[in-house]
């Protein structure tokens, strides 16, 4: 132990620790300034970027050296040993014309610091020999301040030395295994047969290069890579000789000989070097890997130059994307950030990232929560719930879609500003989306209660499967006396540390009135957005300049079931309670003989100067006041036309929208009232009930001069019925469950003229037959959406049906008949044969590169599962990217990963595949 105190006693221990904490903002500044290079150089060839960005490494190696010369120079040990017991200077401390003794003499200082040493105290005793009157003004010099600052830091440099010791040791041990690996790589292999030597080195005089290089063919690798740069040796594994055309292997090879010809390699070794030393820093580590990515498309360029074939390397891309991590410092193909190098191979337009910008700014904020943490000490170990008490909450879940997607479990804790649990929090999962140009009604998708230890479990949900589907969604919370809190998630797998904190809550109050400046009482007040201050005041959101739906400053509640609400008492005043602090909100001011108006606000006292000098609407601080102008209502009552009965259950649309389209709203008495209409003029729409005879109504109407209630009767009469089929053309079996539109003849809506068609879409049975309820005419049926196991309608062709109708009934029944999609029976199995029941499938079916669909679900009691939906289109990426299909036991233990293609066309449309866990 002495030992070791010794040496981490020595000067130059302290002064390098102040060399690695000078680093970390030398480090950050370093970070930015590459990731600005190369924003300005992002439209420059990969190669210059690859330069400009490797140099900005090397000065991470020339900024350490000019902090240790810059600092002063560490003392012999003897001076420092000296130096420890010297007295402290006199001038540390001065009263500015101050006649009454602060310090004592230097040489008593010493004194007591010697004896207080020597009895085991650290404290130094400072006489006063005078004590100082109340109003004496004492100055205390900044250099002292620095220097007590200074000797704290120093008491843990030190320490962190040594740990920065331990890392680079641990590294590096790593680094000598890898080299130590790739070196018995070499020695296993065997000798590159000559057909293929011949093929490549026939590639030499286009690349000007004559260096000599050894072609070691290994069964121990899974795609070609390079090692060495003074004696290059490249090794190709045996598996591409089988797996992989000709064409495709000769470009991963040329990639390799590449990487040789730039020696790539030595790069790469001090690149491993400097993350090695620079270990801790991030931004280190992300412009290496930088390097790397411009490395690999600087290389993928001069092959795409030679060869002239971009989709063949793209295939070679994609067919070794999936091998196993290479031990560094080996280069190969198969490195990089595998989207943008496709991309900049076959010539796409990228859509810019901004994980590099995330990164950078990360960075900051880690350094201060690292301080925080350290300063406090204080452990949050009871803040994630455990498994246990998710699933004991998992029974008080509130599901409201009943049909879709998976969404994967989610739990977690509600915690109050103290991070204490907080029982009986109303939570609410919804359905979110990073959007830009202005924000949409998102869809609640499941309520719970936290329990006594406040947490809370979404297990089972099911996310909307028609429109958009997202995999971003918002956690949103309530509690009384707390204000709302909220996060945004994107599981890709379950999560069970989601953490919403309620904060103390603040309100915003007001008056309501209309244009004579009446109160207007009963007027619904409600929160429908927060966000930042900043962006409430500058942003443009009226040309769709809104925040992304995951900023942590942004919530939607915008057709949430429960939503922070009040409303104005008879004297016009309100007062909205559980707001955050310092957020902007936009509230939604609702009565039914008024429009609906938008009120933007702040939850502070009263904007900064700065803030309100570059406000770009009107945001309201302190007591509100909102004016409201008349609007048009509607009353619509929906009859038989035969009997004049009303019909129940009548559907219809709040706002303007397509005819053909199926409104969500429904009228249990069939009285539909529409409010806050800005126009004397609106088409309604009445959807029939479900399952009925009623034609769907549709009419244009105007209001008469000076009124602003319009009532109208609404008659629907009943349809012709079509009967059809939506069956198979594999076996000529029905299709259930699929929706079928019935288009009928277009026509041009007139004022207060009606207009009646088929209300669609409808669904079919269990044995594939729909009902359809018509006008006379010629009426198009076809199906609607994505339908499981078969190919996607537009992909295989017309699949629609015209048929007459008259008075007397259909010419014929339509039929309509899908071609199926190619698909794969699954069986799971233990590597003793035996049937894996309940075994987790998770796939994602591909239209683009980066758009996919989710596919999901379990093995039943024989360990099968049918895979009939990975390639249900025909686009050109499915031509070209094989779909992973992972598999994991119950337990989550045990697992394995397929790679699937579409298969020919003349295959058989189902195939068997086995897989072990």
């Not at 790589?185 to 030499?204: A, H, K, Q, T, Y």
């Amino acid at each position: 132990m002495n030992t070791l105190n010794a040496i981490l006693d020595h000067p130059a221990v302290l002064q390098w620790g102040w060399v690695l904490a000078h680093f970390l903002w030398q480090g950050t500044l370093l970070a930015l300034f590459a990731w600005f290079v190369l924003l300005c150089t992002s439209r420059n060839s990969a190669r210059v970027r690859y330069i400009l960005a490797t140099g900005c490494l090397l000065l991470a190696v020339v900024c350490p050296i000019v902090t240790w010369i810059s600092l002063d120079a560490p003392p012999s040990p003897i001076e420092a040993s000296s130096e420890s017991r010297a007295p402290l200077a006199a001038t540390e401390l001065s009263l500015q014309e101050q006649p009454h003794r602060l310090l004592a003499d230097a040489s008593e200082i010493s004194s007591r610091q010697t004896s207080d040493q020597t009895s085991g105290s650290l404290v130094a005793e400072i006489p006063i020999e005078e004590p100082l009157e109340s109003d004496t003004a004492v100055s205390i010099p900044t250099p002292v301040v620095e220097r007590e600052l200074k000797a704290r830091l120093e008491v843990w440099l030190p320490w962190c030395v040594a740990f920065w010791f331990l890392g680079v040791s641990a590294l590096s041990l790593r680094l000598a295994g890898a080299w130590y690996v790739t070196r018995r790589l070499i020695s296993n292999g065997s000798p590159l047969r000559e057909d293929w030597v011949s093929r490549i080195e026939s590639f030499l005089p286009r690349l000007s290069f004559s260096h000599a290089v050894r072609w070691i063919e290994s069964s121990q690798v899974r795609v070609p890579q390079v090692i060495g740069w003074f004696r290059p040796v490249v090794l190709v594994p045996v598996s591409i000789f089988t797996t992989l055309t000709p064409g495709e292997i000769e470009c991963l090879l040329l990639h390799e000989l590449v990487h040789v010809r730039r020696y790539d390699f030595l790069v790469s070794l001090v690149q491993c070097a400097i993350e090695t030393v620079f270990f801790f820093h991030p931004g280190v580590r992300w412009l290496s890997h930088r390097i790397r990515l411009e490395r690999e498309l600087a290389c993928d360029e001069v092959v795409v130059a030679v060869t002239g074939d971009k989709l063949t390397f793209s295939r070679a891309l994609l067919a070794m994307a999936d091998q196993s991590q290479l031990p560094r410092p080996a280069l190969a193909a198969s490195e990089g950030d595998l989207t943008r190098r496709i991309h900049a191979v076959l010539g796409m337009k990228r859509t810019g990232s901004t994980q590099s910008v995330a990164v950078l700014c990360c960075l900051a904020v880690c350094l201060i929560a690292l301080g925080i943490l350290f300063s406090t000490g204080k452990k949050q170990t009871d803040a994630t719930p455990t498994s246990t008490q998710a699933a004991s909450n998992s029974a008080q879940i509130e599901r409201f879609v009943d049909d879709g997607l998976p969404v994967p479990d989610l739990s977690g804790t509600i915690v109050d500003s103290s991070g204490s649990p907080l029982p009986e929090a109303t939570v609410y999962l919804r359905r979110s989306s990073a959007f830009r140009g202005g924000p949409a009604e998102w869809g609640d998708l499941a309520r719970t209660t936290s329990d006594e230890n406040g947490t809370f479990a979404f297990t089972d949900i099911l996310n909307h499967k028609d429109g958009h589907i997202s995999s971003a969604y918002d956690i949103v919370a309530f509690r009384e006396g707390h204000a709302l809190g909220w996060t945004h998630v994107r599981p890709k797998e379950p999560m069970a540390d989601v953490k919403v904190t309620l904060k103390a809550p603040v309100s915003l109050s007001g008056t309501i009135v209309d244009s004579s400046g009446s109160p207007i009482p009963e007027t619904r007040v409600s929160l429908k957005y927060l966000m930042s201050i900043r962006h409430i005041t500058q942003a443009d959101l009226e040309e769709g300049r809104w925040p992304r739906g995951d900023d942590p400053n942004f919530v939607s509640l915008h057709g949430c079931r429960e939503t922070i609400e009040t409303t104005t008492d008879a004297q016009d005043r309100f007062e909205l309670k559980g707001l955050v602090a310092n957020r902007g909100a936009l509230l939604e001011i609702a009565h039914p003989e008024y429009l609906v108006k938008n009120a933007y606000a702040a939850t502070v006292e009263e904007l900064d100067p700065e803030t309100a000098s570059k406000v770009k609407r009107n945001v309201q601080t302190g007591r509100m006041s909102v004016s409201l102008e008349p609007g048009y209502r509607l009353r619509v009552v929906v009859l038989d036309a035969d009997t004049e009965d009303p019909v129940p259950n009548v559907r219809y649309a709040l706002t303007h929208q397509g005819y053909r389209t199926p409104p969500r709203h429904r009228s249990e008495d069939g009285v539909i009232e529409i409010n806050h209409l800005k126009s004397p003029q609106y088409r309604v729409i009445a959807f029939p009930p479900e399952h009925s005879s009623y034609l769907a109504y549709s009419q244009s109407l105007k209001w008469p001069e000076g009124e602003r209630l319009k009532e109208v009767e609404v008659k629907l009469q009943k349809g012709i019925r079509v009967r059809g089929r939506l069956v198979s053309q594999e076996s000529a079996a029905g299709i259930s469950d699929v929706e079928v539109l019935a288009r009928g003849p277009q026509f041009e809506f007139e004022a207060n003229v009606p207009r009646q068609y088929a209300a669609s879409p409808v669904l079919t049975d269990t044995e594939g037959f729909f009902d359809v309820y018509c006008p006379p005419g010629d009426h198009t049926f076809q199906p609607r959406g994505r339908i499981r196991g078969f190919l996607n309608s537009r992909e295989a062709g017309a699949v629609s049906r015209i048929v007459s109708v008259t008075e007397q009934g259909p010419q014929h029944e339509p039929e309509i008949s899908l071609a199926p999609a190619p698909r794969f029976r699954l069986i799971v199995t233990t590597p003793d044969g035996e049937p894996v029941q309940g075994a987790s499938v998770r796939a994602k079916a591909h239209n683009t590169l980066n758009s996919y669909f989710p596919i999901g679900g379990t093995t039943d009691e024989k360990g099968e599962y049918l895979l009939d939906q990975l390639f249900m289109t025909k686009s050109a990426i499915q031509e070209l990217l094989a779909e992973e299909v992972v598999i994991r036991d119950q337990d989550n233990r045990h697992g394995a990963r397929l790679l699937l293609k579409r298969p020919e066309a003349d295959a058989p449309i189902e195939q068997r595949i086995e897989g072990q866990v």
